[in-house]
T-cell receptor
């Protein structure tokens, strides 16, 4: 059974600082997704990582995937208050059911002025 | 519509009541997913449709849960004899793709179900 572990689960940052959220998973997969969720809102897709070594950047967020280590990171550079949200990683099952996602528990990020 | 639409947005049900949650996917989207998101948790997969065919219902927690998509468009998630542990946000997502649909999937805002 695929397990996805995110850490930390809670992250309080000061504006302007850098930090990394980690996403570990338990079985082979080469597709990993990062989402953002604001309170009471739905999931917004941030990054789709499709192969080992994939790196994607959008603004102050950068995501990477190491399929050998079964690890993805979401790096936040010079945080701003607008980045406050919950961030989820999700791993796609490899093999026959290439549609089933297993999500981590999420990282609640609070950026303080 | 412009996005995935779910209704109602909020539903309060008495324990034992049946409920029906509706999802209107983006027009033309072939793939449709239902997820259950408990408070403070990540979404959990419930079921997956490709057009009207329910290809996977392995995530439905019990036989009280039933989903359908009879014409390959609108989908309904029905929960019979609701219990308190069914309280959660139910998310629907749709995608134009059949293959690797998550790569271009869009989520609705969800229905928050509270069972009292």
């Amino acid at each position: 059974e695929l397990k996805v572990e995110q850490n930390p689960l809670f992250l309080s940052m000061q504006e302007g600082k850098n930090y990394t959220i980690y996403c570990n998973y338990s079985t082979t997969s080469d597709r990993l997704y990062w989402y953002r969720q604001d309170p009471g809102k739905s999931l917004e897709s941030l990054f789709v990582l499709l192969s080992n070594g994939a790196v994607k950047q959008e603004g102050r967020l950068m995501a990477s995937l190491d399929t050998k280590a079964r690890l993805s990171t979401l790096h936040i550079t010079a945080a701003v208050h607008d980045l406050s949200a919950t961030y989820f990683c999700a791993v796609e099952n490899s093999g026959g059911s290439n549609y089933k996602l297993t999500f981590g528990k999420g990282t609640l990020l609070t950026v303080n002025p | 519509g412009a996005g995935v639409s779910q209704s109602p947005r909020y539903k309060v049900a008495k324990r034992g009541q049946d409920v029906a949650l509706r999802c209107d996917p983006i027009s033309g989207h072939v793939s449709l997913f239902w997820y259950q998101q408990a408070l403070g948790q990540g979404p959990e997969f419930l079921t997956y449709f490709q057009n009207e065919a329910q290809l996977d219902k392995s995530g439905l927690p019990s036989d009280r849960f039933f989903a359908e998509r009879p014409e390959g468009s609108v989908s309904t998630l029905k929960i019979q004899r609701t219990q308190q542990e069914d309280s959660a946000v139910y998310l629907c997502a749709s995608s134009l793709r059949r293959d690797r649909p998550n790569t271009e999937a869009f989520f609705g805002q969800g229905t928050r179900l509270t069972v009292v």
